[in-house]
C-alpha cells in the first residue's frame, strides 16, 4: 500500500529565508508524486508533480522538489519565502495517475 | 480558478438527515473524484467516476453513496448523517480515467448538528 509522510505539521520561517516542507513516501511500484497548496477556505492547487521524468521539478511560484528514490523522498523547497506563501501544504502519492493519497499537512507561516 | 464547480459552498444540516453535494468537473474532463478533509482524519479519497461509471473506491461509508451523471456532472449523497460526517468535501476532475493532474474545487463544508 501506499502511503506519504510529512515531516512537521507546522513550519516557521521568516521573510526571504529558505523554505524546506519534507515528504517521504512509501510505494511498491514507480510512484507518482505531487505537492498541492491550499490556502485559507480554498480547494487545493497543484504546485509540482513528478511523474518520473526529471528528478528535480520545478512548479509554481517558484517552488521545486526533488524526488530522491534511496531516500524515498520528495522534499519541497523555495530559496526565498514571501508572505503569500503562507498556506497549508499537502505531499501526495499515486501509483497510476488515479486516486491520490494525502500526507496530513504542513502549515506554513512565514514571520515578517 | 480551477475551472471544477461545487455547489452549495455550505451546509449545515442535522444528525440522521440526508443531504446531496453537486461537482461540475471541469470542460472536457471524464473523471471526477470525491475527497473528505476532517481535522481527525485529513484528506481522504472517497470514490472516483470516469465517463459515468464508478473506477474507484476509496474509505466511503456504506451510508454514502455516488453517482456521474450523462452530462458528468457528479452528485455525492450523504445519509444518516452523524456529527463526524463534519468536513469539508472536494470534488475533483482529471481528464482521462488515470490522468496525473486533478483540479479540485472549492470544496463544500458540512456541518452536522
Known amino acids: 500500500a501506499q502511503s506519504v509522510t510529512q515531516l512537521g505539521s507546522h513550519v516557521s520561517v521568516s521573510e526571504g529565508a529558505l523554505v524546506l516542507l519534507r515528504c517521504n513516501y512509501s510505494?511498491?511500484?514507480?510512484?507518482?508524486l505531487f505537492w498541492y497548496v491550499q490556502y485559507p477556505n480554498q480547494g487545493l492547487q497543484l504546485l509540482l508533480k513528478y511523474t518520473s521524468a526529471a528528478t528535480l521539478v520545478k512548479g509554481i511560484n517558484g517552488f521545486e522538489a526533488e524526488f530522491k528514490k534511496s531516500e524515498t523522498s520528495f522534499h519541497l523547497t523555495k530559496p526565498s519565502a514571501h508572505m503569500s506563501d503562507a498556506a497549508e501544504y499537502f505531499c501526495?502519492?499515486?501509483?497510476?495517475?488515479?486516486?491520490?493519497?494525502f500526507g496530513q499537512g504542513t502549515e506554513l507561516s512565514v514571520k515578517p | 480558478d480551477s475551472g471544477v464547480t461545487q455547489t452549495p459552498k455550505h451546509l449545515i444540516t442535522a444528525t440522521g438527515q440526508r443531504v446531496t453535494l453537486r461537482c461540475s468537473p471541469r470542460?472536457?474532463?471524464?473523471?471526477v473524484y470525491w475527497y473528505q478533509q476532517s481535522l481527525d482524519q485529513g484528506l481522504q479519497f472517497l470514490i472516483q467516476y470516469y465517463n459515468g461509471e464508478e473506477r474507484a473506491k476509496g474509505n466511503i461509508l456504506e451510508r454514502f453513496s455516488a453517482q456521474q451523471f450523462p452530462d458528468l456532472h457528479s452528485e455525492l449523497n450523504l445519509s444518516s448523517l452523524e456529527l463526524g460526517d463534519s468536513a469539508l468535501y472536494f470534488c475533483?476532475?482529471?481528464?482521462?480515467?488515470?490522468?496525473?493532474?486533478?483540479?479540485f474545487g472549492p470544496g463544500t463544508r458540512l456541518t452536522v448538528t
Open positions: 470542460s472536457g474532463d471524464l473523471s
Open positions: 510505494s511498491s511500484v514507480p510512484p507518482y
Open positions: 475533483a476532475s482529471s481528464e482521462g480515467q488515470l490522468t496525473y493532474e486533478q483540479y
Open positions: 501526495a502519492v499515486s501509483d497510476k495517475g488515479g486516486k491520490l493519497i
